[in-house]
């Protein structure tokens, strides 16, 4: 019995967000006291997998076939299917990227099963956590199938670290070669899809100070842009933000926008309504100034204060200045 977490590549790279399925994946293996079994797939996988092993000290399985280069949801879930049935694992893990998406529905199907998609959290049971009706409900639900149940974990919605007692370069890393034909892949990939080009990357930055409708005028951003700047981080926002075109659409945070998980997530002047929540829960310390006492951002920030931005904030950038001095 083990958990399955199957990583995607990015640049040659394990991608930010199957770090974050990783972080789920232990979580769940923990919850479950069963090993997590890491999977890294392609034509040639030898150096994710190196990757992996410095992470994960336990089984990282290499699922390697000459035509698992380009991906193709034929070749994935094929491939992927056989060791699913090899392995028995209870569950499936994998991150939501645009390629699960296409993927692994598919492969559920093929074995029985359904994918529970977009996980925000997993519960005792275990009972998954997913939005429904664009963030408006949420609902849980419990796997009863015979077969392994398929998950995948939203960006953002875990802490992209490995967890606690995890000692690098343990994992014992083995290769699973596949049965494939080239004539059981029935689609010729084009070019990979690219979100469009940012020239701002808030999901690698460190440190962000982000601003919402608490800010009241386009004028006033300049108090938070002066904290930002006092700080050496970048500028994000919620929504409202970006759509009354105060700040480009590149910085907003949440659900429609850019996930982040920085050291430091400042976040002034947000009500900490869940479509921005989920893409920034991930951050390692949140910090909320707030004038309301009861908003949902002091849920999940580390430390709050409750009084008017407008005091707060000028007061902060003076406190950051003097300390830089
Ligand atoms: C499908 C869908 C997708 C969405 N996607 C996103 C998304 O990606 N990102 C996102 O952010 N939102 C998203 N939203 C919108 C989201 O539901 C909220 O409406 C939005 O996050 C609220 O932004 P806010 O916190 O800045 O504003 P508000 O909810 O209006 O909160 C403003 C806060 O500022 C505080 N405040 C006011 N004055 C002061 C002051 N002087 N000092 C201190 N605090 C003050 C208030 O107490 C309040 O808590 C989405 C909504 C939908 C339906």
New binding site residues.
């Given amino acids: 019995m083990s958990v399955l977490l199957v990583l995607e590549e990015r640049d040659g790279r394990v991608s930010r967000v199957s770090w974050e399925a990783f972080a789920a994946a232990q979580f769940l293996g923990a919850a479950l006291s069963q090993p997590v079994t890491a999977v890294v797939m392609g034509a040639q996988t030898e150096a994710l997998a190196a990757e992996v092993a410095r992470k994960h000290a336990g089984k990282v399985i290499r699922l390697e076939h000459a035509l698992l280069k380009p991906y193709t949801p034929d070749g994935f879930s094929i491939a992927l299917e056989q060791l699913v049935k090899a392995e028995s694992p209870t569950h499936v893990v994998f991150p939501h990227t645009y390629q699960v998406r296409d993927f692994a529905p598919a492969l559920a199907a093929r074995m029985g099963e359904v994918l529970i998609s977009d996980v925000i959290s997993i519960g005792d049971g275990p009972v998954f956590t997913r939005q429904l009706m664009?963030?408006?409900l949420t609902g849980t639900y419990r796997h009863t199938g015979s077969g392994p149940c398929f998950v995948s974990v939203q960006a953002g919605a875990f802490r992209a670290e490995p967890a606690a007692g995890v000692s690098a370069n343990d994992a014992a890393v083995s290769t699973f070669t596949p049965t494939l034909e080239a004539a059981q892949i029935r689609t010729k990939p084009g070019e990979p899809f690219r979100g469009s080009a940012q020239t701002v990357d808030l999901g690698s930055a460190q440190l962000i100070v982000s601003?919402?409708?608490?800010i009241?005028e386009a004028e006033n951003l300049t108090l938070v842009q002066d904290l930002a700047t006092a700080l050496g981080a970048e500028l994000a926002?919620?929504?409202?933000?970006c759509d009354n075109g105060w700040l480009p659409m590149e910085r907003?945070?949440?659900?429609?926008?850019q996930s982040v998980a920085p050291k430091l997530y400042l976040a002034?002047?947000?009500?900490?309504?869940?479509?921005?929540l989920v893409?920034m829960k991930g951050s390692q310390c949140i910090v909320a100034?707030?004038?309301?006492p009861d908003?949902p951002?002091f849920e999940v920030a580390d430390y709050g204060i409750v009084?008017?931005?407008?005091e707060?904030v000028p007061a902060l950038t003076e406190a950051v200045k003097a300390a830089k001095q």
Avoid: E, T
């Fill in positions: 664009q963030g408006r601003v919402g409708r608490g009241k926002a919620s929504r409202p933000i907003q945070v949440g659900s429609s926008g002034v002047g947000i009500s900490g309504a869940i479509q921005h893409g100034i707030n004038k309301d908003a951002i009084g008017d931005l407008f707060v």
